[in-house]
């Protein structure tokens, strides 16, 4: 158990640039979440995937974000023509399914960016 | 949708003190699970404590212990024994069961321990 990873640690970009994150979860883990995390505040969900299906989007999600996860292993999070406001913590997490919700979230590192 | 509130954005303790942090929950649903969660520094958030709502009896973990208050929609975390490791960002956690699988943070609060 390597534990849930994210790639990169830190991106600093432009505004108006796109932008790609992975995150790569424990291996039997079926369910993976994205975060959003600003300065002060807890994370906010933005959306969640059982395999490799996207079943719950947030609404902060707006169609400049994307989410794959084409294989049911690691995901991606794209942000197209990135704005200011988007500069924040991006946080995976994985999840084995369990019964009546007894799952436990495990957290990567966090992908931090900040766009200029 | 549910939120969750941290009112203590800051507290402290002294090493070997026992501290109780805050939160509050606003939910019409009966069935859910709440969470505290320990963000240290720079570290990755781990889980410290889980309380299942039907549940009447407290979670307990080691030195930590919560009181969940299912009528007022309180979920207080108590750390016993505090210890140097204990520093760290806590977050208290929603999750509904009939909504799906949104999990719902405060906004966090900051523990530092005193030697």
């Known amino acids: 158990d390597t534990g849930v990873s994210q790639d990169p640690r830190h991106k600093i970009t432009k505004r108006g640039q796109n932008v790609t994150f992975r995150c790569d979860p424990i291996?039997?883990?079926?369910?993976l979440y994205w975060y959003r995390q600003t300065l002060g505040q807890g994370p906010e969900f933005l959306t969640y995937f059982q395999n490799e299906a996207q079943l719950e989007k947030s609404r902060l999600l707006s169609d400049r974000f994307s989410a794959e996860r084409p294989k049911g292993s690691f995901s991606t999070l794209e942000i197209q023509r990135t704005e200011q406001g988007d500069s924040a913590m991006y946080l995976c997490?994985?999840?084995?399914?369990?019964?009546?919700?007894?799952?436990?979230?495990?957290f990567g590192p966090g992908t931090r960016l900040l766009v200029l | 949708a549910q939120t969750v509130t941290q009112s203590q954005p800051e507290m402290s303790v002294q090493e070997a003190e026992t501290v109780t942090l805050s939160c509050t929950y606003d939910?019409?649903?009966?069935?859910?699970?709440l969470f505290w969660y320990k963000q240290p520094p720079s570290r990755q958030m781990i889980l410290v404590i889980r309380q299942e709502a039907y549940k009447q009896q407290n979670a307990t973990e080691n030195r930590f212990s919560v009181n969940f208050q299912k009528a007022a929609k309180s979920f207080s975390l108590k750390i016993s024994d505090s210890q140097l490791g204990d520093a760290a960002m806590y977050f208290c956690a929603y999750r509904s069961l009939p909504s799906g699988n949104q999990f719902y943070f405060g906004t966090g609060t900051s523990l530092t321990v005193i030697p």
């Open positions: 939910t019409s649903e009966s069935d859910y699970y």
């Open positions: 997490a994985s999840s084995r399914e369990g019964t009546s919700g007894k799952e436990t979230q495990y």
């Open positions: 291996s039997e883990h079926n369910r």
